[in-house]
């Protein structure tokens, strides 16, 4: 996987209906944050800034619905993909008409061969190079399912920092990423590292991009940090 694995918050009271989501989503190999209630949800939006929400519609206290407007009202979490879940299809068209913003709905009991479906397609939106996708910015091209880059004609050698950070690049041409994003999404929130080690890591990538000629694609961005293009 491209990057730091996606997190996904999966918010559910049904502690059983949650664990299978949650185990089959850590078989695809997300990382999946848990939720028992609306409250929790709104919590943990902001502290593990997951990259797509699975949302329960009825839960104790704040409902899934309310979650749903909440997020996609606030400036920093409205890109932030949400699937709806619902007992029944009337829910769901009642949801769908409350205009909550959720990106698709899906009616329990559901299969987890689509669910993983729905959430893949979300991700290809958000997260391109972590289901697969093959990015391309003007002759650079990554193919994040075999793993290689290509610039024009030529074959590129990149290390595996080097190639997480040109995906993370990809995802968004032309955004400017500090040093603490990419740290969070190149190496994981989870690991400590300092972040003159982005630094050394741009420097390698730039000379990798570069190896076989053609301009240095990267861009620093003085007090904002690194963008691609
Ligand atoms: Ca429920």
Redesign the pocket.
Known sequence: MAGEAPTVLVV???PA?REVLAYNLEAEGFRVARAETGDEALMLVAEEAPDIVVL?????GVS?IEVCRQLKTRPDTRAIPIIM?S?RSEEVDRVRGLETGADDYVVKPYSVVEMMARVRAQLRRVRPSTVGAVLEFEDIKLDSESHRVYRGPDVLKLGPTEFRLLATFMEKPGRVWSREQLLDRVWGRDIYVDTRTVDVHIGRLRKALCQKGGEDPVRTVRGAGYALG
Request: without cysteine; negative net charge.
């Open positions: 559910e009271d049904e209906q329960d519609w009825m839960l104790p899934g879940l007992a």
